[in-house]
């Protein structure tokens, strides 16, 4: 099946550093890839939508500048949380969807803990 | 946007009994998703119901989908302690294709 790999798993950085997520289709190509957000117990916010070759689509309330999204080939996206602060500690978790099949189920990363202390 | 509901929100049962989850939503869909999230995991796809199916099954799993009602079910029949999850419904509707979650239904099942 369609594997998607997320790295790192686990990240702790002092505040005002950047932290980068990477997000790797293994087996498949994914023109779209999607950024969540999850709080503890609770659902997963989509914060962005990441186009290979474009720029990437911000949901409202989403800071472009302080989340970067980069889908600069058809198996990597990469999410740059910069300038840190403890409020942005969370869940990230993206997924991928193989190129050409919209209306298909996503695969997952295994998501990655951020604390920021 | 469009965002699917689930109920429970908390379910707790003995191995061997069976498991209902429901979800509603609000608009029509494109099709309706179930998702498994073990705890600080990703998300792992389990079934997709179209908007023009009305029942789906894969093996424990059983989906239903009524339009009318715009709501959806998760029945797994003979649970297991490993069933052990959160699990989330995720719609789409229009031409984004892009699926929205609900706050999922915790599930524990005790050995």
């Known amino acids: 099946g369609a594997v998607v790999s997320q790295h790192p798993s686990r990240v702790i950085c002092k505040s005002g550093t950047s932290v980068k997520i990477e997000c790797r289709s293994l087996?498949?190509?994914?023109?779209?890839m999607f950024w969540y957000r999850q709080f503890p117990k609770q659902s997963l916010m989509l914060m962005a939508t990441?186009?290979?070759?474009?720029?990437?689509?911000?949901e409202q309330g989403v800071e472009k500048d302080k989340f970067l999204i980069n889908h600069a080939s058809l198996t990597l996206s990469t999410l740059t949380v910069t300038s840190a602060h403890p409020e942005d500690s969370s869940f990230y978790i993206c997924s991928a969807r193989s190129q050409g099949a919209v209306n298909s189920p996503l695969h997952f990363g295994n998501g990655t803990r951020l604390t920021v202390t | 946007s469009q965002q699917g509901e689930e109920d429970p929100q908390a379910l707790s049962i003995q191995e061997g009994e069976n498991a209902t989850m429901n979800c509603s939503y609000k608009?029509?869909?494109?099709?309706l998703q179930w998702y498994r999230q073990n705890s600080g995991r990703g998300l792992v796809h389990l079934i997709l119901i179209r908007s023009n199916e009305r029942e789906k099954h894969s093996g424990r799993l059983r989906v239903t989908l009524d339009t009318s009602k715009k709501s959806s079910s998760l029945l797994i029949t003979a649970s297991r302690a490993a069933d052990t999850a959160s699990y989330f419904c995720?719609?789409?509707?229009?031409?984004?294709?892009?699926?929205?979650f609900g706050r999922g239904t915790s599930l524990i099942v005790h050995p």
């Open positions: 990441s186009n290979e070759g474009s720029k990437a689509t911000y």
């Open positions: 995720a719609t789409d509707a229009g031409g984004s294709y892009i699926p929205t």
């Open positions: 087996d498949f190509q994914a023109t779209t």
């Open positions: 608009t029509s869909i494109n099709n």
